[in-house]
């Protein structure tokens, strides 16, 4: 039974998921489905000094609310734009004395907005929040607990002269963001900064395999007229060709997870049993646990436990090191876990590929690009093997790798690496997202130094020399 229209999606009745979307016409791969502003969203409390309250981009210096001294922006026209929004959460932080949780502060923002428009703010919104699920009655007793601390975290922050609801629907509403928060990026899409709520995505089923991606696109925030500005908007787009009436879907958790564990994750967080085909049939579960062959035999089941044993306790003190910002430390555990590892599990394996990750990424904060490059290499083999091929952690891993190689001189690997992530994130995020811009400049100067590569190596190997070591081409000499 279909429900409600947006331009090319409809709401259907899914079966035992309950709603869904699904189109009303074909769709090509990077296609954008459809775009949502958020209904309400937060800055993590951990960032509320660092991220702009408006727009969600990351600022050094940002711009402090004189009044509350909770929110910072990047100017006095960001503010000015958010100023509807937070005037309410403005005086009811000056009333507290201080800012509550973002749980709370996301909740009482909801119902704000809620007072202002009704739980419906357009046309385009195909559901309300009250009709989407809280799972509460799915939700294990420490959860329960949880929830009751955030009510009344709530009771004691909400204002009296504001419209008063009871407790249960207050729950049902930190219900929903509890299975329906989606995290917003900054402005470059590299690091979770807050959260918010989104009803249509809302509706968006979960694969493991899916056929959309969700990105954050920010819009333009710099004109001086905020009426100009874009609202923080998300974006579904299209990850192949997908056929009228079929269902929309986007993944909720990483691929890079063995069936069974992607399955308890989705359990604990979203309250389903994911019956997905991937899942269903363990697809790639035989390559994510897979080990090396030697002359057609494979090492003995007790040697296969005795190294992932290892890999699993190695992960810990590697996770317990990077924290503690000892990053000598965390190369000597990998090289270890490594010379283990080789001899026994394939390149596919995601114990190894943990390990990779994490030595390319640290080598490289290190400056020992050479042997970062090796291993963000062996990593982008095996993630290819795994990921599907426009998949957005996929393409910025390649980004990354690309951007290693290309640090460490290996220029051909590198460019050609970046233009792999560039022709995914066309895909992904689309031309016009600011992560896309910057692989399109870094394709160009790769691009550039390839040429004068193939021209003469010892004058491109000279050039990067000079450059890394701040240091005029022939020693310095007068010529």
């Given at each position: 039974m279909t429900l409600q229209k947006k331009d090319a999606v409809e709401v259907f009745a899914a079966g035992e998921k309950g709603r869904g979307l699904r189109t009303t016409k074909e769709m090509q791969a990077g296609e954008v489905v459809f775009t949502e502003a958020s209904f309400a969203a937060v800055v993590f409390d951990s960032l509320y000094l660092q991220v702009c309250h408006n727009c969600f981009r990351k600022q050094a210096n940002p711009h402090r609310c004189a009044q509350c001294k909770f929110a910072h922006y990047c100017d006095r026209t960001c503010q000015r734009s958010a100023w509807e929004e937070h005037k309410l959460e403005c005086a009811a932080i000056r009333q507290q004395g201080r800012a509550p949780s973002e749980n709370v502060r996301l909740a009482a923002r909801t119902l704000w907005r809620m007072q202002r428009h009704t739980s419906k703010?357009?046309?385009?919104?195909?559901?309300?929040?009250?009709?989407?699920?809280?799972?509460?009655?799915?939700?294990?007793?420490?959860?329960?607990?949880?929830?009751?601390?955030?009510?009344?975290?709530?009771?004691?922050?909400?204002?009296?002269?504001?419209?008063?609801?009871?407790?249960?629907?207050?729950?049902?509403?930190?219900?929903?963001?509890?299975?329906?928060?989606?995290?917003?990026?900054?402005?470059?899409?590299?690091?979770?900064?807050?959260?918010?709520?989104?009803?249509?995505?809302?509706?968006?089923?979960?694969?493991?395999?899916?056929?959309?991606?969700?990105?954050?696109?920010?819009?333009?925030?710099?004109?001086?007229?905020?009426?100009?500005?874009?609202?923080?908007?998300?974006?579904?787009?299209?990850?192949?060709?997908?056929?009228?009436?079929?269902?929309?879907?986007?993944?909720?958790?990483?691929f890079l997870n063995v069936s069974k564990d992607r399955q308890q994750l989705l359990k604990q967080q979203y309250y389903f049993h994911c019956k997905c085909e991937h899942c269903s049939k363990g697809i790639k579960d035989d390559l994510m646990m897979a080990v090396k062959e030697k002359d057609g035999k494979k090492p003995s089941a007790e040697l296969v436990k005795e190294v992932t044993d290892f890999s699993v306790q190695a992960l810990t003190k590697i996770e317990e090191a990077r924290t503690t910002g000892n990053f000598h430390e965390v190369i000597k555990i990998c090289h270890e876990c490594l010379e283990k590892q080789e001899p026994?599990?394939?390149?596919?394996?995601?114990?190894?590929?943990?390990?990779?990750?994490?030595?390319?990424?640290?080598?490289?904060?290190?400056?020992?690009?050479q042997e970062a490059a090796e291993y963000a290499r062996r990593m982008m083999e095996g993630y290819t093997k795994l990921y599907h091929p426009n998949n957005a952690q996929l393409g910025m891993a390649t980004m990354r790798a690309g951007v290693i190689h290309w640090h460490a001189g290996l220029i051909e690997a590198g460019h050609?690496?970046?233009?792999?992530?560039?022709?995914?994130?066309?895909?992904?995020?689309g031309p016009h997202h600011p992560m896309t811009k910057d692989l399109e400049s870094m394709r160009t100067q790769t691009e550039m130094e390839l040429r004068l590569f193939k021209e003469n190596e010892h004058v491109y190997h000279s050039m990067r020399e000079a450059v890394l070591s701040s240091k005029p081409i022939g020693g310095g000499k007068v010529q």
């Open positions: 703010v357009s046309d385009g919104q195909l559901t309300t929040l009250d009709l989407l699920e809280d799972h509460i009655s799915d939700m294990a007793p420490e959860d329960l607990k949880d929830l009751k601390v955030d009510v009344q975290k709530f009771l004691e922050y909400w204002p009296r002269n504001s419209k008063q609801f009871g407790v249960e629907y207050i729950s049902h509403i930190f219900g929903v963001i509890k299975c329906n928060g989606f995290t917003v990026s900054d402005q470059k899409g590299l690091q979770a900064v807050g959260v918010g709520i989104f009803p249509n995505l809302c509706l968006v089923n979960h694969d493991c395999w899916p056929n959309c991606t969700v990105i954050l696109n920010h819009g333009n925030q710099t004109a001086l007229d905020t009426a100009l500005h874009s609202q923080r908007r998300i974006e579904l787009r299209a990850l192949g060709k997908i056929a009228e009436g079929e269902e929309l879907t986007v993944s909720y958790v990483d026994v599990l394939a390149d596919t394996h995601l114990y190894l590929l943990r390990v990779l990750r994490i030595a390319s990424e640290v080598l490289s904060y290190l400056q020992i690009f050609g690496m970046i233009c792999k992530a560039y022709a995914i994130l066309m895909i992904t995020h």
